[in-house]
């Protein structure tokens, strides 16, 4: 059973460049396994640093770990990402959202309002050549999102687009299958 390779080389903290090496441990230390993309992303220290630094500043700031959620899998299913939506599947169940959350979230919907008009916005920001409609930024301040709130949701539609351009640039195979291949070559 051969599995995909990625373009780039998936790194871990053996092969990675040294600059990378702390930041794949720090990782390690936290998860206990490397994903795919922050092996690619250890390729470059400086990618990885920025990566790490803007997602960990995101995860600490003003929107509930489930809004960041939806966003990743709004993102996701918009840009075609199989490996967004597939780790996403998990990560959206550990923040609290049920299937039916998870399969709304990925049409830019919610049941929740003030969740559904802020996925709205993001969506036309993402659709629009120009900036987006002002009512729809004007509905997400009225629907008591503040201004801290949709920058920091604009910059997870940005964090979840670059991750989802990483994997697309690297071909880059879902988590475990290199795993599963040796373990199947091995039996």
Same mark, same amino acid.
């Given at each position: 059973?051969?599995?995909?390779?990625?373009?780039?080389?998936?790194?871990?903290?053996?092969?990675?460049?040294? %600059?990378?090496?702390?930041?794949?441990?720090?990782?390690?230390?936290?998860?206990?396994?490397?994903?795919?993309?922050?092996?690619? &992303?250890?390729?470059?220290?400086?990618?990885?640093?920025?990566?790490?630094?803007?997602?960990?500043?995101?995860?600490?700031?003003?929107?509930?770990?489930?809004? !960041?959620?939806?966003?990743? &899998?709004?993102?996701?299913?918009? !840009?075609?990402?199989?490996?967004?939506?597939?780790?996403? !599947?998990?990560?959206?169940?550990? =923040?609290?959202?049920?299937?039916?959350?998870? =399969?709304? =979230? %990925?049409?830019?919907?919610? %049941?929740?309002?003030?969740?559904?008009? &802020?996925?709205?916005?993001?969506?036309?920001?993402?659709?629009?050549?120009?900036?987006?409609?002002?009512?729809?930024?004007?509905?997400?301040?009225?629907?008591?999102?503040?201004?801290?709130?949709?920058?920091?949701?604009?910059?997870?539609? =940005?964090?979840?687009?670059?991750?989802?351009?990483?994997?697309?640039?690297?071909?880059?195979?879902?988590?475990?299958?290199?795993?599963?291949? %040796?373990?199947? !070559?091995?039996?």
């Amino acid at each position: 059973m051969k599995t995909k390779e990625s373009r780039f080389q998936v790194h871990d903290e053996l092969t990675a460049p040294e %600059r990378s090496v702390p930041v794949l441990k720090g990782a390690l230390a936290g998860g206990g396994q490397l994903s795919n993309i922050v092996g690619v &992303l250890a390729g470059s220290p400086a990618v990885l640093r920025a990566y790490a630094r803007f997602r960990s500043e995101l995860r600490h700031g003003a929107l509930p770990a489930a809004t !960041q959620q939806r966003i990743a &899998l709004a993102v996701a299913e918009h !840009q075609e990402s199989d490996y967004a939506l597939a780790t996403l !599947q998990r990560t959206a169940r550990d =923040a609290g959202l049920g299937l039916d959350e998870i =399969a709304l =979230a %990925r049409e830019f919907d919610s %049941r929740d309002q003030r969740e559904a008009v &802020l996925l709205r916005f993001l969506h036309a920001l993402l659709e629009a050549e120009g900036p987006p409609p002002l009512h729809l930024h004007e509905e997400a301040r009225e629907a008591g999102w503040s201004d801290e709130q949709i920058l920091e949701a604009v910059a997870n539609v =940005a964090l979840a687009s670059f991750g989802n351009l990483i994997t697309r640039a690297g071909d880059v195979p879902l988590d475990g299958s290199a795993e599963e291949a %040796r373990l199947a !070559q091995a039996a």
